[in-house]
């Protein structure tokens, strides 16, 4: 069977240096297509575009990571801006918003990543506390990933995946606030911070406040790389192919 395609979105930069260069770029840390990679997965990047173009290219994939990055737009929750609230990156959310939309019409397992997560609860109608202390780092130093454990809710999908009380890599000054209609913590940090939350029901949807993708244990890509893979159909036999077409084609992908 061929492996599955996942997207991940990425920034969307004004200016990015490299060799000689120095020009807008889209980019995302070379952490999260390894990640996908090394569970077995395609890696895709996705660029925001205008969003009536994601439908089109969630059909095109079999799983979705929405990566982190900027602060969410407070606007889209209703909120007037913290002093704390870093810089919109408004490209980002609308992009980001309708390919979470397009998923989840179309049953793709995502995966959300910090931010990815903060955008999750908002797309389904949540709030974030717009400034946190204690989750991004140590004190006094940016760009410095922390750690600390986080526990896992009984009978969650997230727990199925990790049933123990883990260390995670940390950096994030956001959370959940009021979490929203239809979706569940599915995992706390010690201050009882939501650190998971996930929509219950056959659709593989799940978001973690921390970075997988900076850490060592691979078990939440895998679990999204098995759960894309299982929307994949079949190759066919040489004697299938020999017969009248009644579905899909070879190497087509089955969709809700």
């Known amino acids: 069977m061929s ?3 996942i997207g991940v979105s990425t920034y969307l930069e004004p200016v990015a240096r490299w060799g000689v260069w120095e020009l807008p770029a889209a980019l995302l840390p070379a952490a999260y297509p390894r990640m996908i990679q090394r ?4 890696a895709a990047l996705l660029p ?3 969003p009536v173009r994601a439908a089109a290219a969630v059909a095109r994939l079999d799983g979705l990571v929405i990566a982190g ?3 969410v737009e407070p606007g889209l929750y209703g909120a007037e801006r913290d002093f704390r609230t870093g810089p919109p990156a408004r490209e980002r959310d609308v992009w980001e918003l309708a390919l ?3 998923a989840l019409e179309s049953g793709t397992p995502v995966l959300g990543v910090c931010r990815g997560m903060q955008l999750l609860n ?4 949540g709030t974030l506390t717009q400034h946190l202390d204690g989750h991004a780092g140590p004190l006094g130093a940016t760009g410095i990933l922390g750690a600390h454990p986080v526990t896992p809710v009984r009978g969650t999908l997230y727990a199925s995946i990790v049933p123990e009380e883990s260390a995670v890599p940390t950096y994030h000054h956001q959370c959940v606030e009021r979490l929203a209609p239809g979706l569940v913590a599915s995992a706390h940090a010690a201050d009882g911070t939501v650190e998971a939350i996930e929509l219950p029901g056959p659709r593989w949807v799940l978001g973690v406040q921390w970075h997988p993708e900076m850490g060592d244990d691979t078990r939440l890509a ?3 790389v098995s759960a894309s893979t299982a929307r994949l159909v079949p190759a066919r036999t040489p004697f299938e192919d020999l017969a009248p077409s009644r579905g899909a084609g070879a190497g087509e992908r089955s969709r809700p």
């Open 222 to 224: 895998q679990a999204l």
């Open 48 to 50: 925001p575009d205008d």
């Open 69 to 71: 990055g900027a602060d």
């Open 122 to 125: 908002v797309a389904l109608g």
């Open 100 to 102: 979470i939309e397009a």
């Open 39 to 42: 569970s077995g997965g395609l």
């Open 3 to 5: 492996e599955p395609l």
